[in-house]
Nanobody, 121 residues
Framework: QVQLVESGGGLVQPGGSLRLSCAAS????????MGWYRQAPGKQRELVAR???????SYEDSVKGRFTISRNYAQNTAFLQMTSLKPEDTAVYYC???????????????WGQGTQVTVSS
């Protein structure tokens, strides 16, 4: 069974930091890009940060300079280091990955179950 499992969410005060982790497991032959999305109540899911298979990164404008995405290629994991958190960062954060399975023939989209991040005093 292939799955993405996130961890690291929680409640933090404004200005604080959190580090999210996403671990991909199962019969995975290769991982293309990995990314973090978020969805706040009443809003559409949006891309926060993305890292390609060769390490190129991109960020949503509001998190540039505050969030850093990284990967451990050997362990099929991705991380999102979040600093200087603001109340508007409050959302459910979802991990996404493009996975090529051993019994597959193309990369397919997989999602984690989501982890809640709440920024509040």
């Amino acid at each position: 069974q292939v799955q993405l499992v996130e961890s690291g969410g929680g409640l933090v005060q404004p200005g604080g930091s959190l580090r999210l982790s996403c671990a991909a497991s199962g019969s995975i032959r290769s991982i293309n890009a990995m990314g973090w999305y978020r969805q706040a109540p009443g809003k559409q899911r949006e891309l926060v940060a993305r890292i390609s298979g060769v390490g190129s990164t991109s960020y949503e404008d509001s998190v540039k300079g505050r969030f850093t995405i990284s990967r451990n290629y050997a362990q099929n994991t991705a991380f999102l280091q979040m600093t200087s958190l603001k109340p508007e960062d409050t959302a459910v954060y979802y991990c996404h990955a493009g996975l090529l399975l051993y019994d597959g023939y193309r990369y397919e989209d997989y999602w984690g179950q989501g982890t809640q991040v709440t920024v509040s005093s």
